[in-house]
Every structure is written in structure tokens, then in C-alpha cells.
């Protein structure tokens, strides 16, 4: 089981054009060992939920910086639902507010990540959840 | 220079010194830091006389108001007048922007700054698809003429200076504000501010952008010339590395890809058939102010000081107003923390500071909730109060460019300069800014900058106070209070839109969006001028989307090279 590569998108919704954030998380994911896609600026939810599905991404992160989180992040979840890819889990970044963040995390999207976090320990979670998936996954099967 | 009288004991000649004090430092028990600059460039425990030992002072420094203008462009500096306060503003409608700006005028601000939101900046009406969720979020939502003809309403546009920080469309968004003017009864020649339109940067590090490279820099010259002979007050282009280092550049990246924009300005204007010396004096710059208190303060000097010389000796200007880098400073938003925020008052104040002795024009300082969210009036007030302590309160406006002669000032401005020269040089390998954009250099260069200073931070390298140093509980929430934008402003623009498009003539309207065709089509043609085009369009009421989709169905639409 060691050698599954973990396959995550990183996307940017929206016509937000801060991508400091993306492009240090997908090239430090990168350097964890995960495959890393990521989507460039400027994307509609439905283009987002394309590339997920053609790329078969076991992770979807967003990220947003212009105050949009609590419309991007439900659309994309439609988008990945209409695709049959409403299982892939879902995170994400940016300036939201911890009440927002709180809504949001109650509303299914596993975990958000604010300001100041460390991308280690963006690495660290997201390979831990995905092992503990992986793993009931198969002994579902 | 050679005679010291210092603690080391008279007659003691300074090598001697010098040697004496190696050896006491070698020997001492130094602490386990990284003894670098933040952008990590390694800094020697003290400056000499032979740091500076090729400064010529008439030729490396001059007099404030003198070439090279490293010591400050007036010859007064603060003494004659303080730097502009400008706090940037906007959110929401138009209406509420404007109770802002009114609030900021009536608490002693003395310039108008205006946000945008993104289907703005990106040039799409609020009533587009892909606006949704994203109207009057981080700015205000301008989508007519009669928005900002809302926003401006009751402030007299011949008195106050506007700031509009917006690119892709910011012909547009000027052509509104002329416009909006001309319906007060002002007369364009008396309009004061600047608009960024720097799209080169938009390119590099905003990306906020609308049309390819060469039809934006076309637009940009139109601009130019357009406002040399009608707004001739106005700024026409506000040359910006701050979104270069917020991209996560370093200090020189910054210094050196903001000029490199800048003379690719100038060349565009030359070429286009203007003399320098009747545009180039309208040429604005607006920096970062970041946390190395020092490398920032060389950083503006250094900047004025290559500049001036571009100026003079490679692009030939004769007037010295061409020389001159008038800048606009705005505190370091990235170096904001979520985690105990109030310090960010503290860090702002400091980088304020750093403006202030770099001899900023202007001055932007950041709230302490913006990294949390836009900044509630409270936050606001506090960033501009604190702008006024330095000016009234620490006794700093009255000595010009109190540091120059200081070996560590002097050997880093030096430093800074000769860092930007290399990066000239690589930029003029690759063929100029454009292909040095295209090809994804100058983004990769800035992306490699922030991996490496996240990184820094990460392993503590670099400290940040509350993230990971002095850290308390992580799931402490801070008490802190957030501005919400309610989503009525989204469907409010909607039925403004609405009504404007049943109100206005819509032949006049069509006419002038044809005209703006034609106009993409032949540039040298009468009336070519996509500026006086746009003013047109503005008094038919054409939209900001309407007018940007012309502009995107001529000149298509920008691909970025990946780089990841």
C-alpha cells in the first residue's frame, strides 16, 4: 500500500488571482511525495470538477482569497457531485474567517486550513486521512 | 578615515581596531540565528568605512531635489508637506464605498483610494455568471458610469485626489471617472490621481488581467497620450512591485522587475512616437513596505537613484520631473498573522516607519483584521492614527533621509542596486519583459521567493511572532470583530444593471461600442484613441462588461504560461 501515490488538485475558483498560496502547497505537496494538479487561475466550479475527474484526484483543495468561500466551496461540491466524484475530499485555504470556516467544516468539508498554517502540516493530514480512507476502504471490500 | 578615537584608545590606528574587535567577535558566543536580510541575503555583524569606500557623494547621493535623487525628489521633503495618507477603501455598493471615503475625509485623510471587487478588476458586470458569490466582496462593484457617479457622489471631484487601483480595464474605470466629472461640472483638466494600469505586473504577480500583453500595452500608451494633452494632472500609470513581494518576491526581485515594468513603459511610449519628457513626468511607482526595517529603507532610496539614471542617461530625458520616482507605499499585507492580531498593529507601525525614512509620497497602512477579512471601521481608523502618531509624535519629518552616510544604509542601497542591474541584464537576455513573461521567468523567479521563505519560516529560520514563535493555544479564536458584505449588494447591482439598460438610449450606446470596435481595428485612425473611445461610451451608459467584451472579442484573451 505504500507505493499509492496520492493524486490531489489544487484549484483556484473564481476570478480570485492570489496564487502565492496554491503554488507553495502544490509544490511543497509535490515534494511529499503526492501527485500533485494544479488547475492555474481563474476557474468556473464545473472546470474544476472536470479536471478532477479526468485526472481521478483522490483530494480536491481550494483555494480562495476573495471572500467567495461560501458560494465556491458548495458549487464545486455540486459539480463534483453531478460527476459521480462526491467522495473526494475536500479542503481547502484562505482568508475565511473562523466562523465561516466553522460553517463550512459542518457542512462536510473535512477541514479548512487559515493563515499562518504550516504546510507540513497540510502534507501530514492530508496523507493521514487518506490512509485511514484507503484502509476502511478495504476492509469494506 | 584612517585615525580612530574611539573606545579602543587614542592613537590606536583603526585596522588595529578593526583586527582587535574580529578577534573579540570570533570569540564570542553568538546566538543560532540566521544572521540574513528577510529576503534572505547574508548581512555582516557591522558596517566599515570600507563598505562605502567607493561612495561618492555628488555623484551616488546628491542633495533631496537633486540628481540622483537618492536622499528624496523635493527638496523640502516632509518639512514643505507630509506625506498623502491614503487609506485604500471599498466594498459592497457604491453607496456604501461612499459613506467610507466620507468617513475617512471627515477623520483627516487626505486621498481617495478605491478597492475594487474582482468581476470589476477582471472586467465583467455584476450581473455576469461568473461574478456570483464574488459582488462588492473585496471592493467595490463598479459596472457603469452610474456607479461612480453613486460613489462620488457629494465629494467634489476638483479638490480631492482618487487613487483606483484596478488594470486590465483601467482605461475603462478612468474613462468612468472622467466621465463622472464632466456630469459634476468638472473640467478633466483639474482631475487629480492616479490609476494603476500596470499590466505588466498584473502578468507577473496579480493576475487580474484582461486582454494579451500587446493590446494592453497599446491601451496603456492611449492613455498616456491621451491624458498628457486632456487630464494632464492625472497619474497615468502606477508602476507597482507591491504585488510583486506579495507574490512572495524578495526585496530586489521587487526593486528590479517593478523598474524593469517601468522602462518597458517608457520604450513603449517612445516608440509609440511621444517625446519621454511629455510622459514620463506623469509616471507614478507604489512599493511594499515590508518587515526588514532596514533593507526597506535602501530599497526606496536605491530605487530613486536607478531610476533617475535609467532616465537621464539610457532614455535621454531632459526634464528632471522624468527623473524623478514619486512613489506610493502600502505596509506588507503578507506579513499580517492571523494569530494574535493585534501585533499586526505593531508590524504595521514599524513598516510605516520604514516608508516614512525611505521618503514615501504616499502612504497606505494596513488594518490589523486583514488577514481575517476587509477591515472594519474601528481597524481602519487605528491604521490611519497610526500613520499620524509618526507624523506628529516621533519628531521623524524633519531631517531628510536621516540615514544616508550610515555604512550599513549606504552598503546595502549599493547592494540592492547592484541586484537589480543582474536582473536587467537576465531580463534583457531573455529578450525584454514580454518574453520574459511568456516564457514564465519572471513568475518562477517570484514563485521560487516564496517557496523559500515559507520554508524558512517553517523550519525557524525566520521567526513570526504568534505563528511560530511566542505561539498560544492554536484553537484559541482570536476576539475579533468581522466585516460581512451582505449578498443583497449582489442582487441590488443586478437590478441596477437592470434599470440602466431600460433607461439609457440603446442605438447611442451600440453606436459607441461599434466605435470602440473600429477603434481596436485602427489604431492611427481619427478618433483611434481608445481612451477618448471609452469617455464616449461612458456618457452612453455602456457597461464595463459590455465595453470588456469588445476589447476581449478583438484582442482575445490571456493565457498564462504554467510554471508549475
Redesign the interface.
Known amino acids: 500500500m505504500a507505493e499509492r501515490k496520492i493524486r490531489v488538485l489544487i484549484g483556484k475558483p ?7 498560496g496554491a ?2 502547497i ?3 505537496l509535490r515534494d511529499h511525495g503526492m501527485e ?1 494538479i ?1 488547475t ?3 476557474q ?1 466550479p464545473a472546470m474544476i470538477a472536470e479536471t478532477a475527474l479526468q485526472e481521478d484526484v483522490d483530494v480536491v483543495g481550494l483555494s480562495i482569497l ?3 468561500h ?3 466551496f458548495p ?1 464545486v461540491r455540486e459539480e463534483l457531485e453531478k460527476r459521480g466524484k462526491g467522495d473526494v475530499l475536500m479542503t481547502g485555504g484562505g ?1 475565511i ?3 465561516d470556516i466553522d460553517a463550512l467544516e459542518e457542512a462536510g468539508f473535512s477541514k479548512l486550513f ?3 498554517t ?3 502540516d497540510v502534507a501530514k493530514w492530508i496523507k493521514e486521512t487518506m490512509q485511514e480512507r484507503w484502509k476502511n476502504e478495504e476492509i469494506e471490500a | 578615515m584612517s585615525e580612530s578615537n574611539g573606545a579602543t584608545g587614542i592613537g590606536v590606528q583603526r585596522k588595529d581596531a578593526q583586527a582587535l574587535w574580529e578577534e573579540a567577535y570570533r570569540k564570542a558566543k553568538l546566538r543560532d540565528v540566521e544572521n540574513t536580510t528577510i529576503s534572505g541575503v547574508p548581512l555582516k555583524p557591522i558596517y566599515t568605512p570600507d563598505d562605502v569606500a567607493d561612495l561618492d557623494y555628488a555623484r551616488d547621493l546628491g542633495y533631496p531635489g537633486q540628481f540622483p535623487y537618492t536622499r528624496g525628489v523635493h527638496p523640502s521633503m516632509y518639512r514643505g508637506r507630509l506625506w498623502t495618507m491614503r487609506q485604500f477603501a471599498g466594498f459592497g455598493s457604491s453607496a456604501q464605498t461612499n459613506e467610507r471615503f466620507k468617513f475617512l475625509l471627515d477623520h483627516g485623510q487626505t486621498g481617495l483610494s478605491v478597492a475594487f471587487d474582482f468581476p470589476t478588476l477582471m472586467g465583467y458586470d455584476s450581473d455576469h455568471g461568473v461574478s456570483e458569490g464574488e459582488v462588492g466582496q473585496v471592493g467595490v462593484a463598479i459596472s457603469s458610469l452610474m456607479d461612480m457617479e453613486t460613489l462620488m457622489d457629494g465629494i467634489p471631484m476638483d479638490r480631492v485626489s482618487t487613487s483606483m487601483t484596478i488594470n486590465g480595464p483601467a482605461p475603462i474605470m478612468l474613462a468612468f471617472y472622467i466621465a463622472c466629472g464632466e456630469k459634476q461640472g468638472v473640467d478633466p483638466k483639474l482631475l487629480r490621481g492616479t490609476v494603476q494600469n500596470d499590466i505588466l505586473k498584473e502578468y507577473q504577480a496579480q493576475h487580474a488581467w484582461l486582454v494579451p500583453p500587446e493590446p494592453a500595452l497599446r491601451m496603456i500608451t492611449d492613455v498616456m497620450s491621451y491624458c498628457a494633452g486632456h487630464v494632464p494632472q492625472w497619474n497615468t500609470i502606477s508602476i507597482s512591485g507591491y504585488h510583486i513581494r506579495e507574490a512572495g518576491s524578495t526585496a530586489a526581485q521587487e526593486l528590479a522587475f517593478t523598474l524593469a515594468n517601468g522602462m518597458e513603459y517608457v520604450r513603449r511610449g517612445v516608440a509609440a512616437g511621444m517625446d519621454v519628457d511629455t510622459f514620463a513626468p506623469r509616471l507614478s511607482f507604489f512599493f511594499d513596505a515590508h518587515m526588514d526595517f532596514f533593507e526597506e529603507i535602501c530599497k526606496f532610496r536605491a530605487a530613486r537613484r536607478i531610476w533617475a539614471r535609467k532616465m537621464r542617461d539610457e532614455f535621454g530625458a531632459k526634464d528632471p520631473r522624468s527623473w524623478m520616482i514619486r512613489f506610493h507605499t502600502q505596509t506588507a499585507g503578507v506579513s499580517l498573522t492571523a494569530q494574535q492580531p493585534e501585533n499586526n498593529i505593531v508590524r504595521t507601525a514599524l513598516e510605516a516607519m520604514s516608508a516614512v525614512l525611505g521618503g514615501t509620497q504616499s502612504l497606505h497602512t494596513n488594518s490589523m483584521d486583514e488577514t481575517l477579512a476587509l477591515p472594519t471601521e474601528k481597524a481602519v481608523k487605528i491604521a490611519l492614527r497610526t500613520q499620524q502618531v509618526i507624523a506628529e509624535e516621533t519628531e521623524v519629518s524633519h531631517v531628510t533621509d536621516p540615514l544616508a552616510g550610515s555604512y550599513f544604509v549606504e552598503a546595502q542601497t549599493d547592494r540592492l542596486e547592484k541586484d537589480a542591474e543582474a536582473y536587467f541584464a537576465e531580463i534583457d537576455k531573455r529578450g525584454g519583459v514580454v518574453p520574459s513573461i511568456e516564457a514564465g521567468y519572471i513568475q518562477r523567479e517570484i514563485h521560487n521567493s516564496a517557496v523559500q521563505y515559507q520554508l524558512a519560516v517553517e523550519r525557524g529560520k525566520k521567526k513570526v511572532v504568534g505563528v511560530n514563535t511566542y505561539v498560544e493555544d492554536k484553537d484559541a479564536k482570536p476576539e475579533i470583530e468581522i466585516l460581512k458584505i451582505d449578498p443583497a449588494v449582489e442582487r441590488s447591482q443586478h437590478e441596477r444593471l437592470a434599470e440602466l439598460r431600460k433607461k439609457r438610449d440603446p442605438k447611442k450606446a451600440q453606436a459607441e461600442l461599434d466605435a470602440i470596435r473600429d477603434a481596436c481595428r485602427h489604431p492611427e485612425s481619427e478618433g483611434g484613441n481608445l481612451l477618448e473611445r471609452f469617455v464616449a461610451a461612458a456618457h452612453a451608459y455602456c457597461t464595463l462588461g459590455e465595453i470588456a467584451d469588445v476589447l476581449r472579442s478583438e484582442f482575445g484573451e490571456y493565457q498564462e504560461p504554467m510554471i508549475l
Do not use: C, E
Not at chain 1, 14 to 20: A, E, I, T, Y
Open positions: 473564481g476570478l480570485d488571482g492570489h496564487d502565492r503554488k507553495t502544490a509544490a511543497v500533485v494544479y492555474g487561475l481563474h468556473t476573495s471572500g467567495a461560501m458560494t465556491l458549487r482568508i474567517p473562523q466562523d487559515g493563515p499562518g504550516a504546510t507540513d
